[in-house]
């Protein structure tokens, strides 16, 4: 909590390398809201606690959300995605992330164009208003 990082353990991540993951002032406020309501753990569910990402509690809420053909590790491109149209740089996201290879991270970072959109004008074509191009053609 003081480091404001969560700590992915290598033998938790399919590298096989431990990952510190800088969380921002959102994840950091949900983990405080947390605090007292389980001993050792940080989220509970009835009671219990949430031992595994993407168990029954996600697949109940899923259903009671109306979400189909969704899965827990979808939100890791999802998030990969946010950062990217963001702005964040695919080699801070690689390390963010902890992924070996920049490959991957890009089949993550799936990206929609709009963010792309405000660059589109940068390179400018010089433009003939088209009845004038039909003029020169003519006359050559």
């Known amino acids: 909590m003081r480091r ?5 353990e290598s033998h938790q991540a399919k590298a096989g390398k431990p990952i510190a993951v800088p969380l921002n002032s959102d994840a950091m406020a949900i ?3 947390q605090q007292g309501q389980h001993r050792d753990y940080v989220f509970v569910y009835e009671g219990e606690p949430v031992k595994k990402a993407g168990g029954n509690a996600w697949r109940k809420a899923l259903v009671r959300a109306g979400i189909e053909d969704f ?9 990969a995605s946010w950062h ?3 702005g964040t740089p695919l080699d801070v996201l690689q390390k963010l992330g902890g992924w070996a290879s920049y490959d991957m991270v890009l089949r993550y970072a799936h990206l929609s164009s709009e963010h792309l959109k405000p ?9 003939l208003d088209i009845v004038e191009f ?3 053609k003519i006359a050559s």
């Open 4 to 8: 404001e990082c969560a700590w992915i």
């Open 31 to 33: 983990l405080r809201n």
């Open 71 to 79: 899965r827990w590790h979808d939100l890791r491109h999802t998030w």
């Open 84 to 86: 990217i149209q963001a």
């Open 119 to 127: 660059y589109a004008g940068n390179s400018k074509m010089i433009s």
């Open 134 to 136: 039909a003029k020169l």
